[in-house]
T-cell receptor, first 113, second 116 residues
């Protein structure tokens, strides 16, 4: 079975642009969470979606948005990119809304120049 | 503010030796504490998960301990191998009543380098 897949793996953008990151959860998993990991730090929670509804939001500005599709895949959108948005963006899927079984993808490395 | 602090920040050990990583947390109440291994440029992979009632959990050469009274956890790596070189992250999940789903609190990680 395929694990959590994220695309693209790497991305270079300039300040002010917007970006869309994509995530496909493990088959059968209905929960998708997004995390931002700045180099040298632990991941920070951005969003969780479960059954296509937002179930949690971290302390991130409104420039960050996300959605989940009927097939449970998800997109993370970031508008008006800033240099500080450069990070590894991780997607994690889980079969439950609140559960111990959390599986991470390999992430999308975003560089903002 | 709920926090998870890890020490040391980085560690160099010789292949075959043991090491212990520390995690102190202030998240309260909490549902479970997890240790993840993260290779450079990859997503974290779960090593152990412990609830507040569990004192120890093993996964091969990895053994995690938890003292819920002092809010401390440790991860012990036995007979280290070159493939153990990675970041090890301590993660605390708040209790289900307060948790917004998977709004986990991650520590900054300990970077372990195993040298031959």
């Amino acid at each position: 079975d395929a694990g959590v897949t994220q695309s693209p793996t790497h991305l270079i953008k300039t300040r002010g642009q917007h970006v869309t990151l994509r995530c496909s959860p493990i088959s059968g998993h209905k929960s998708v969470s997004w995390y931002q990991q700045v180099l040298g730090q632990g991941p920070q929670f951005i969003f969780q979606y479960y059954e296509k509804e937002e179930r949690g939001r971290g302390n991130f500005p409104d420039r960050f948005s996300a959605r989940q599709f009927p097939n449970y895949s998800s997109e993370l959108n970031v508008n008006a990119l800033l240099l500080g948005d450069s990070a590894l963006y991780l997607c994690a899927s889980s079969p439950e809304r609140v559960g111990k079984k959390l599986f991470f993808g390999s992430g999308t490395q975003l560089s903002v120049l | 503010k709920n926090q998870v602090e890890q020490s040391p920040q980085s560690l160099i050990i010789l292949e075959g030796k043991n090491c212990t990583l520390q995690c102190n947390y202030t998240v309260s109440p909490f549902s479970n504490l997890r240790w993840y291994k993260q290779d450079t440029g990859r997503g974290p992979v779960s090593l152990t998960i412990m609830t507040f009632s569990e004192n120890t959990k093993s996964n091969g050469r990895y053994t995690a301990t938890l003292d819920a009274d002092t809010k401390q956890s440790s991860l012990h790596i036995t007979a280290s191998q070159l493939s153990d070189s990675a970041s090890y992250i301590c993660v605390v999940s708040p209790s289900p009543e307060r948790a917004a789903g998977n709004k986990l609190t991650f520590g900054g990680g300990t970077r372990v380098l195993v040298k031959p």
